[in-house]
């Protein structure tokens, strides 16, 4: 069963940056393609950005595009989301998901694996 444990979430300022971390557990990471969603309260789960296992990244959300970059570290089992000049509007929780094959999927029911979440809250 593979394990994804998000850190990095918490308040910000408007204007600030975060870097969430998203360890994985086992030693399938490698050859799965990882995603970052978001959700609001009361809001679906949003697509915020997905990392094939080569490490061709899409950021689909024109809303960040551009401000936020989605990377990982095969070594370090590790998926990271940063976060810059982040809004108000982009408050919600952040989940790490990963996915057994592909380059990484914008709808959410295609990952196997999600992690707890961490909230991120900008405040203005």
């Known amino acids: 069963q593979v394990q994804l444990v998000e850190s990095g979430g918490g308040l910000v300022q408007a204007g600030g940056s975060l870097r969430l971390s998203c360890a994985a557990s086992g030693r399938t990471f490698s050859s799965s393609a990882m995603g970052w969603f978001r959700q609001a309260p009361g809001e679906e789960r949003e697509f915020v950005a997905a990392i094939s296992c080569s490490g061709l990244s899409t950021v689909d959300a024109d809303s960040v595009k551009g401000r936020f970059t989605i990377s990982r570290d095969n070594a370090k089992n590790t998926v990271y989301l940063q976060m810059n000049s982040l809004m108000p509007e982009v408050t919600a929780v952040y989940y790490c998901?990963?996915?057994?094959?592909?380059?990484?999927?914008?709808?959410?029911?295609?990952?196997?694996?999600w992690g707890q979440g961490t909230p991120v809250t900008v405040s203005s």
């Open positions: 998901a990963a996915q057994a094959s592909g380059a990484g999927s914008s709808y959410p029911h295609r990952y196997g694996y």
